[in-house]
């Protein structure tokens, strides 16, 4: 079967390999600890639970739930009410706020509604992988901005080359950021903003742990600064702040011509989301805010631990601020494969490389908090062991 070419340019799905990798060391027998996948293993709270089978009993939620194109009012005003409340933001249920089975999708449909084949996209290096994957399946070429710890894994957008900014249409940012777990702040929102609004760029600002900052970092939305909703469409989730990666529900926000434009496509694509998880959604946003709190005294907890035991094997660094991943340094120079591999090899603990996020994640691997404490503390044991 002939398999169309927009996808003979996509590299593996790093998540995919990394599965199958660890099912054949566990057929072998071996107790492998995998600190290589952000999903939280703490359950969705019971209450977001109860919602949802109330609502699932009732006939009305089995239709397509595709009355109100971009969403249910209902879930939409949720959005907006959460956003004035965590980030100071306004915005207008009607036509600034559209319901998306995650934040992952809102990237793909992003790509689908703003960009034409051969528009240059702008991502930063390293970056989440499946940005490069939706540009590439739109039709777009992806130009990575290298993010560097000395410039606090922000892009510098003067560095860019003139003919790659008159060709770009859009642009993806994502802070707190995966996998470097940076922050922004305001003022290079500012900057951001003034760079798309000069070249005609569009920004997917994809905000999925925007809940999820430590140590008074504040919480931010792109679009609390002045003029983002001209040029900017904000995605958000309630994967991580909820622990709901597998109900598929997050939220774009902003610009309303962009907005428009997702719609348009979901229309066309997905129908949109399932009206019971839609009404677990509102419930969430609206009563669950001391999960949040709770999950962040654990992650809290496990980054102490992770980077206790770093410090004593000798890797010390100034971890940034934000999502549950640690990006750690390798030791001695090594390069990231050769590290990951190691520490597989003597521990049976998966990390992962750096390099899976772009070649400017050499010299790094990703560590994930999203596992179970006493699992985190044996890898952890583990790698005192062999390493200290
Ligand atoms: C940067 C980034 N964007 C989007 C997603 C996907 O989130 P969702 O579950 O909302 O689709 C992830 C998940 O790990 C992510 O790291």
Redesign the pocket.
């Known amino acids: 079967m002939q398999i169309a070419q927009r996808l003979t340019r996509i590299p593996p799905y790093l998540f995919m390999e990394l599965r199958k990798k660890i099912a054949k060391a566990k057929a072998e027998g071996i107790d492998v600890i995998s600190l290589a996948i952000?999903d939280p293993v703490e359950p969705t709270p019971e209450s977001i639970i109860k919602e949802l089978c109330r609502t699932a009993y009732d006939p009305e939620n089995h239709r397509y739930p595709t009355d109100e194109e971009k969403g249910m009012f209902a879930f939409r005003e949720e959005v907006a009410r959460w956003y004035k409340e965590r980030y100071g933001v306004t915005l207008d249920p009607a036509n600034e706020v559209l319901g998306l089975i995650?934040?992952?999708?809102g990237?793909h449909h992003f790509i689908l509604a703003r960009v034409n084949p051969g528009d240059i996209v702008l991502m930063t290096d390293p970056g989440?992988p499946?940005y490069r994957a939706s540009i590439l399946m739109g039709g777009g070429e992806p130009y990575s901005m290298p993010i560097l710890p000395e410039t606090g894994y922000l892009p510098i957008f003067e560095d860019i080359p003139a003919d790659v900014v008159k060709k770009a249409t859009a642009m993806f940012l994502?802070y707190p950021n995966?996998p470097t777990g940076a922050c922004a702040n305001r003022d290079f929102f500012r900057r951001a903003v003034d760079f798309a609004k000069k070249n005609d760029i569009a920004i997917c600002y994809?905000n999925?742990y925007s809940e999820v900052v430590f140590d008074s970092q504040e919480r931010l939305s792109i679009l609390s600064v002045e003029g983002a909703k001209e040029v900017a469409v904000e995605l958000n989730?309630l994967?991580k702040p909820y622990n709901m990666?597998g109900w598929r529900i997050?939220m774009a926000s902003g610009n309303p011509e962009l907005i428009a434009g997702i719609s348009k496509v979901k229309e066309n694509t997905d129908s949109g989301i399932f009206n019971a998880v839609q009404f677990a959604g509102i419930h969430a946003l609206r009563s669950e805010t001391s999960n949040i709190e709770h999950m962040l005294r654990i992650y809290k907890a496990r980054r102490e631990l992770v980077l206790g035991t770093l410090k004593k094997i000798g890797i010390e660094f100034n971890p940034p601020k934000g999502t549950f991943y640690l990006w750690v340094p390798t030791p001695n120079g090594m390069s990231s494969i050769d590290f990951t591999n190691r520490l597989f090899e003597k521990t049976a603990v998966v990390v992962a490389a750096g390099t899976a996020y772009g070649k400017f994640g050499e010299g790094f691997i990703r560590i994930s908090l999203t596992v179970p404490d006493a699992r985190l503390k044996e890898a952890m044991a583990r790698i005192e062991r062999e390493f200290a």
């Not at 995650?102 to 999708?105: A, F, P, R, W």
Request: net charge negative; proline share 6%.
């Open positions: 952000g995650g934040s992952k999708e990237c989440y499946a994502n995966n994809d999925p989730s994967s990666t997050g």
